[in-house]
């Protein structure tokens, strides 16, 4: 069963019932029973085609029967309605205590999860697409959030700076007989009015920006279309006319209660509330939230730059990554190995430092414990094509590497060997293979720095592992005319697919995209939060420049300094800063160090400078 644009793609206008293609080198051919709509965005299920899970049951594959195999695929269990899951996760467990019973260090623990708790999750290592994370839907409504209340806390500010010139006009209507419940509706009113003008606006700058927008985040991107809707259109709506009511409410019973007795003696004499002053409260706050935002973006950016210019302890320039995309790696190497251009190939099953690597357990021939270690399998030429530093034994050789590894260094300590020479031509055992250490390179960094620390490593070159990547290490003062030449190249061998490349740097980037998304996310905001915090702080400035007009007239008249007014206006301020200060950075510190780089093996060093 294939999906709507791989019937197009491969069949055209044709009926794809009954047509048949093929998968892979050695997969067989294969038959379309049917066709199905393309998987939505959200869907964890993405897919290209669908085959019966009978064809592994008829080749006898390991995938059904190997205990250690069991995370290869989904289990999908139907449940009858008011089922106690307890009691099937106790028969799970049972069945997990006797199968790793058998395969003694080896340990499958099985557990449940509901459909509804997959999307927004935060995946799973052999997820089937894109699952967007329920971290970065929590952090986007947390962050929006704080901006709306920043936003309500301005509209507060500006309102209660403005009351002081609408002060008259309350006391003529309370004169004239006007209730103060008829006052609040009206300030209540004229809040929830600017709300509702602010979502048309809103709504108009959205469709100008979403491209851009869904661009801030690869999961956003991937998972999300961010289509307005009737329905949402009312959500909004009312959301609108929430927010005006919580932004206007303070401002209105302000106001309203205000009486002609008060007014009469002058602005001077109104006051929001006692005890605290509510509009210094209120910008102290939106203060603290834009600095915080400021030093967060600042730290993330500082450690997304410290990511990418990692010492990996191999080379990645000029080297393109190629996706095989299921074709021969052996013909692919002989055709593009005729550009002048392309001075090296090698392929390889995974990418180092991209999220991608298979783990596994290596034990010394004499030793008791097994060490954890990571590992692909490669081409004899990949050692040399990246540049791994060899400090023992030799690299793999086309005529000579069946059965044979190479390792860093940091295994070799692991399994207790005397020296990096001694380890060479001795055994080790992964997986139940015996193989023989051909050569020591030295420790790399296999994963991305936020999945963890540098970790032992066995290379294999068995080819007992399909190769879905080339490594083309290019050599060209014109890449735009290289590209050219080997999606030609590629055109000759493959008419179905598409060429797929990036540049090793470029996939490197890539691998850390959540940071440079966050930088992106969070600087939005944070640049939204800012200038509200500084037309808050100018709502402030003219109350307090308004209610004190008397008082530096007088001060002016008794030969006071523009030096001297300057700093009388601004001391209030000078204190707000301070205070956001103290509150903001080690806010944003522990944010940075507990939430970012919680789970990052390596980050940056955080200073005064």
């Known amino acids: 069963v294939i999906t709507q644009s791989t019937a197009t793609k491969y069949f055209g206008n044709r009926n794809p019932i009954g047509q048949t293609f093929s998968v892979g080198n050695d997969e067989g051919s294969y038959e379309v029973t049917g066709v199905t709509a393309d998987p939505p965005n959200n869907s964890h299920l993405k897919f290209e085609a669908i ?81 967007m994370p329920s971290e970065i839907v929590n952090n986007i409504i947390i962050l929006a959030a704080i901006v709306i209340l920043s936003a309500c806390f301005n509209y507060t500010n500006l309102s209660m700076a403005r009351s002081l010139k609408r002060a008259k006009e309350v006391g003529v209507r309370k004169v004239v007989g006007a209730r103060r419940g008829q006052l609040l509706i009206q300030f209540m009113t004229e809040a929830i009015i600017v709300a509702t003008l602010a979502l048309f606006i809103a709504i108009m700058l959205f469709r100008l920006i979403r491209p851009e927008f869904l661009r801030l985040n690869l999961f956003i991107e991937r998972t999300t279309d961010l289509l307005l809707t009737g329905e949402i259109y009312l959500y909004f709506l009312a959301f609108a006319i929430t927010v005006g009511a919580l932004s206007g409410i303070i401002p209105a019973l302000f106001m309203s209660k205000l009486k002609p007795t008060t007014i009469i003696k002058g602005v001077s004499s109104i006051k929001a509330s006692k005890g605290i002053d509510l ?273 530096l007239s007088i001060r002016k008249v008794l030969g006071a300094s523009i030096s001297s007014l300057v700093q009388l206006l601004s001391r209030s301020f000078m204190t707000i800063f301070v205070i956001s200060a103290a509150l903001a950075i080690p806010t944003a510190y522990f944010v940075f160090k507990n939430t970012v780089v919680a789970d990052t093996a390596y980050s940056i060093s955080v200073g005064f400078w």
């Not at 692919?332 to 357990?361: D, H, R, W």
Request: aromatic fraction near 10%; charge should be negative; charged fraction near 20%.
């Open 51 to 131: 085959a019966s899970i009978e064809l592994l049951k008829a080749r006898k594959s390991s995938l059904l029967t190997r205990w250690s195999q069991s995370t290869a695929g989904y289990t999908y269990v139907l449940l009858p309605e008011g089922f106690q899951i307890d009691h099937l996760q106790k028969n799970l467990n049972e069945i997990s205590k006797a199968e790793n019973a058998k395969f003694g260090s080896y340990e499958v623990n099985l557990g449940l999860e509901a459909l509804d708790d997959i999307f927004p999750h935060t995946g799973r290592a052999n997820q089937f697409g894109i699952v």
């Open 279 to 551: 509009r210094k409260v209120l910008t102290t706050i939106q203060f603290t939230l834009s600095m915080g935002f400021l030093i967060l973006v600042t730290l993330v950016y500082k450690q997304y730059k410290f990511s990418l210019n990692y010492d990996l302890g191999f080379t990645t320039e000029n080297i393109l990554n190629v996706e095989t995309q299921g074709n021969d790696p052996e013909l692919l190497k002989a055709t593009f190995s005729q550009i002048p251009e392309v001075s090296n190939i090698s392929t390889s099953s995974m990418t180092a430092s991209t999220g991608q690597y298979q783990s596994n357990y290596a034990k010394h021939e004499n030793a008791l414990d097994s060490t954890y270690m990571l590992t692909f399998d490669v081409s004899p030429e990949y050692i040399e094509n990246l540049n791994h530093q060899l400090v023992a034994g030799s690299s793999f050789s086309a005529e000579l590497y069946k059965d044979q590894v190479v390792v860093t260094e940091m295994l070799i300590k692991s399994l207790g060997i005397a020296s990096n020479q001694d380890a060479i031509d001795e055994f080790i055992q992964i997986g139940g293979k015996r193989y023989t250490i051909l050569g020591v390179v030295k420790d790399f960094q296999a994963r991305t720095i936020s999945s963890g620390a540098i970790t032992p490593f066995v290379f294999t070159s068995a080819g007992d592992r399909k190769h879905y990547n080339m490594q083309l290490k290019i050599s060209s003062n014109d890449m735009l005319s290289t590209m050219g030449k080997l999606e030609s190249a590629w055109a000759e061998i493959d008419d179905k697919n598409n060429f797929s490349s990036l540049f090793y740097d470029d996939e490197i980037k890539r691998a850390y995209n959540s940071l440079s998304s966050s930088v992106k996310t969070y600087g939005f905001l944070a640049g939204i939060a800012i200038s509200i915090s500084i037309l808050g702080l100018l709502g402030m400035a003219v109350y307090t420049t308004e209610s004190k007009v008397k008082e």
